[in-house]
């Protein structure tokens, strides 16, 4: 029998794959969009904006909302093995139980 977690690992080697081909074609299709538009926008000054300069740039956001993800992320790896972990006796199985079954007198 094949192992399940080799199983599981394999499939979302698949899928993580097939994501990053898609997004890399939806990110030459946006370059390819870009050039061409910048090929017939003529050469025109763009007006700036009041505090322009003050403004976050968008690597600095994207670098800050990753940032902020991956610590989310953590929190909740953290709890999940914090929640299991406490849970724990509930799925230890001790050696000496048997399968659990009521007695006549636990019936009523």
Known sequence: MTDPISIGKEVQGQ?????????????DAIRTWAEAV??????????SA???????????LLANA????EQLLAAQ?????DVLEAAAPVFAAKE?????TKSSTDAK
Do not use: C, N, W
């Open 66 to 69: 990753y940032d902020f993800a």
């Open 77 to 81: 790896r953290k709890f999940a093995e």
């Open 15 to 27: 899928i993580l794959e097939t994501i990053r081909k898609s997004q890399e074609a939806v990110t």
């Open 38 to 47: 910048h090929s017939i926008t003529p050469s025109l000054p763009i007006p």
């Open 96 to 100: 000496d139980d048997g399968p659990a």
């Open 50 to 60: 009041p505090l322009a300069d003050k403004m976050p740039k968008p690597g600095d």
